[in-house]
């Protein structure tokens, strides 16, 4: 299983603001590496959301945002669209026997 | 522009090899890790292995060592995944990505091939 721990699920109105958390230990998150957020729709390969705890890459709206302290990262929706309906993985590295990188469980955003 | 283009999908017997791959180009294929990545059905993102195309680094996870292997021809900027014999409990989408650093020693995929679908039935 995932050294990362995501909820299952989040929802939100459309315009509301959501959070998604990341909880992760002292040989992730909690050593000071770097989390990062994918966005996955249904049948189609994942995206690159957040890199290096709190960047957008080119193209991704501001109403993202993320953000990371001690053993946990959040990434952030506001003005929460129909869009946005998607699956979130959060992303760090390891330095416990699990390996290197590792996946968060996945949480799946459903805009009500 | 980065492009990451896997092989189709597969239908294969328990027991069979399989090999599948994931062609990049637009960039300097052998200065980036590339990775790939399972999803089972209806399951979430699973880490398996990377590559270092320019000196064949490679890295497994726990879970996935010796159950795979993955190489890379560097002179056709093509990354591999292959199995020997293959279980029921390969049935996956096979995702490649390429990773690069955030910091000294964290990276994150930045660029992800379509997926390779792989489906052992007897």
């Known amino acids: 299983q995932s050294v990362l721990t995501q909820p299952p699920s989040v929802s939100g109105a459309p315009g509301q603001r959501v959070t998604i958390s990341c909880s992760g230990s002292?040989?992730?998150?909690?050593?000071?590496?770097?989390v990062h957020w994918y966005q996955q729709f249904p049948g189609t390969a994942p995206k690159l959301l957040m890199y290096?705890?709190?960047n957008r890459p080119s193209g991704v709206p501001d109403r993202f945002s993320g953000s990371k302290s001690g053993t946990s990262a959040s990434l952030a929706i506001t003005g929460l669209q129909a869009e946005d309906e998607a699956d979130y993985y959060c992303?760090?590295?390891?330095?416990?026997?699990?390996?290197?990188?590792?996946f968060g469980t996945g949480t799946k955003v459903t805009v009500l | 522009e980065v492009q990451l283009v896997q092989s189709g999908a597969e239908v294969k017997k328990p027991g069979e090899s399989l090999k599948i791959s994931c062609k990049g180009s637009?960039?300097?294929?052998?200065?980036?890790?590339i990775g790939w990545v399972r999803q089972m059905p209806g399951k979430g993102l699973e880490w398996m292995a990377i590559?270092?195309?320019?000196?064949?680094?490679?890295r497994y996870s726990p879970s996935f060592q010796g159950q795979v292997t993955i190489s890379a021809d560097k002179s056709i900027s093509t990354a591999y995944l292959q199995w020997s014999s293959l279980k029921a409990s390969d049935t996956a989408m096979y995702y490649c990505?390429?990773?690069?650093?955030?910091?000294?020693?964290?990276?994150?995929?930045?660029?992800w091939g379509q997926g390779t679908l792989v489906t052992v039935s007897s």
């Open positions: 590559i270092y195309p320019g000196d064949s680094d490679i």
């Open positions: 002292s040989s992730n998150i909690g050593a000071g590496y770097d």
């Open positions: 290096g705890n709190s």
């Open positions: 990505a390429r990773r690069i650093p955030s910091s000294s020693t964290t990276y994150y995929f930045d660029s």
């Open positions: 637009g960039y300097s294929f052998t200065t980036y890790w």
């Open positions: 992303q760090s590295y390891d330095s416990s026997l699990t390996g290197w990188d590792v």
